[in-house]
Each structure stands twice: as structure tokens, then as C-alpha cells.
């Protein structure tokens, strides 16, 4: 499985980013599919979560209203609007056979990261 990441940038507040996660190796059919990131200092977290067939989308309280998740092909997005500094991380994507849970424990392959720099 290799998840390839990319999109990150540098971004001032309440602007917006487009981060692309191509999934490759095998069928992905019945996965999870989700965005974590990680700021210098803190533990991953989780940010959205997609379904491979779409049915169901999950967000961080976070970022509800602002984050959107969707999937084309095999192509996971993760649209971000209104970004805050707070926002600024590592954003990895990631896939997990585990229905439902958004546990990063649950999650068994990564991507490399892509870095998000929000400034004021």
C-alpha cells in the first residue's frame, strides 16, 4: 500500500488549501480513509474521515464547517477553508480496515505528510 500526500503549503489565516492523498497497492474497497495531523510538540490527531464508498464522513470538532472530505477514484481530498494558525501541522492521510473508528491505532498504513503553515 503506498498513500503519496501532497497540497500542504504556506497559507494566511482564513484562507484556503487543497490537500490530495493517491492511494495505491491494492483495492480499497470497505476502507477507512482519513486525514491526521500533527503540530510540533503534540500527539496526532485525528482531523476527517471518509468511508471508501462515501457513505459516511467524520470530522474533528475542530474543524467542522471549515474541513471537507471527499474521495474521486482513489484519490482522498481534504478541502480546507477559514484556516487558522492553530491549523498549522504535518497532515498526514492514512487507511484503516476498521469500520467506523477513528482511532489512529486503528490505522495501519501512512502517508508520508504534507506540512500546513497558517500564519496571522
Known amino acids: 500500500v503506498q498513500l503519496q500526500a501532497s497540497g500542504g503549503g504556506p497559507v494566511q489565516a482564513g484562507g484556503s488549501l487543497r490537500l490530495s492523498c493517491t492511494a495505491s497497492?491494492?483495492?480499497?474497497?470497505?476502507?477507512?480513509m482519513a486525514w491526521f495531523r500533527q503540530a510540533p510538540g503534540k500527539e496526532r490527531e485525528f482531523v476527517a474521515g471518509i468511508l471508501w464508498s462515501g457513505v459516511r464522513k467524520y470530522y474533528a470538532e475542530s474543524v467542522k464547517g471549515r474541513f471537507t472530505i471527499s474521495r474521486v477514484s482513489n484519490t482522498v481530498y481534504l478541502q480546507m477553508n477559514s484556516l487558522k494558525p492553530e491549523d498549522t501541522a504535518v497532515y498526514y492521510c492514512a487507511t484503516s480496515r476498521v469500520f467506523g473508528s477513528m482511532s489512529p491505532l486503528n490505522f495501519d498504513s501512512w502517508g508520508q505528510g504534507t506540512q500546513v503553515t497558517v500564519s496571522s
Open positions: 497497492g491494492r483495492s480499497f474497497s470497505g476502507y477507512t
